[in-house]
C-alpha cells in the first residue's frame, strides 16, 4: 500500500502546481499514511502537513484494544494465538515509530468516545510524536472531541468546527489559495 502511496503522491505533486499537499489518514488508514510520509520525509520531499484522525500507536496494541477483542484477550494464549502472527507476517502499521521519523507539521484528530480506536491511543501516540525531534521545527497538534458530540470512530466529518480547527493549523493563506 506504501508503494501505491508513494506513486499517486508523486502523481499529484506533479500536477499540483504551487497548491499544498496535505496526506490525511483515517484509522487504519493512518498507517498506511505514516508509513508513506515517513519515506518521503526520508527522501526529502515531505507533503505540507499530515492530518491523522483517530490513529492509533501500533496494530498490536490497537488489536488488543479492538471491540472484537473484548471477549477473548484476557484467556492465556491470546498475545502468542492471535497478536504474535500479526506481527510476525511482517503486519506493523506502526505509527508510534513511524512519527519519530516525520518532519511536517501534524495534526491529530480524535473522538474521546471512538469506540473502534481507543482514544487513549490517539493520545499515547500524539505523546510519542511531540517531543521527537523531527518536529523540532513543525506544529503538532491534537485536538479531542469532547464524547457529548458522539463523532464516534468516524463522524468528526460533520464537526461544525473542523473547517476552523483545519485553518487554524494549516494556515488561513494556505487554504485561501486553494479557493
Known amino acids: 500500500m506504501t508503494y501505491d502511496a508513494l506513486h499517486v ?6 500536477r499540483s502546481g504551487d497548491n499544498p499537499v496535505y496526506i490525511w489518514g483515517h484509522s ?15 527522501r526529502e520531499t515531505p507533503p505540507d502537513a499530515l492530518i491523522l484522525e ?3 500507536t501500533n496494530i498490536r496494541e490497537e488489536a488488543k484494544s479492538h471491540p472484537f477483542s473484548v471477549i477473548y484477550r484476557y484467556f492465556p494464549g491470546f498475545d502468542w494465538f ?5 506481527t510476525s507476517s511482517g503486519i506493523k502499521f506502526a505509527n508510534d515509530e513511524n512519527v519519530k521519523h516525520i518532519a511536517c507539521p ?14 487513549h491511543l490517539g493520545r499515547k501516540l500524539y505523546n510519542i510524536a511531540a517531543p521527537s525531534r523531527s518536529f523540532r521545527d ?5 485536538v479531542p472531541f469532547h ?10 466529518y460533520k ?4 473547517p476552523r480547527i483545519l485553518r487554524e493549523f494549516l494556515g488561513k493563506s494556505e487554504l485561501e489559495r486553494q479557493h
Open 9 to 14: 503522491f508523486d502523481w499529484i505533486k506533479a
Open 28 to 42: 487504519l488508514g493512518t498507517g498506511v499514511a505514516t508509513n508513506l510520509v515517513r519515506r518521503l520525509c526520508e
Open 54 to 56: 483517530s490513529p492509533f
Open 82 to 86: 492471535f497478536l504474535d502472527p500479526i
Open 106 to 119: 501534524l495534526l491529530i484528530l480524535h473522538a474521546e468516545d471512538d469506540p473502534v480506536v481507543p482514544f
Open 138 to 142: 513543525f506544529k503538532v497538534q491534537f
Open 147 to 156: 464524547s457529548d458530540l458522539g463523532y464516534r470512530h468516524k463522524y468528526i
Open 159 to 162: 464537526s461544525p468546527e473542523l
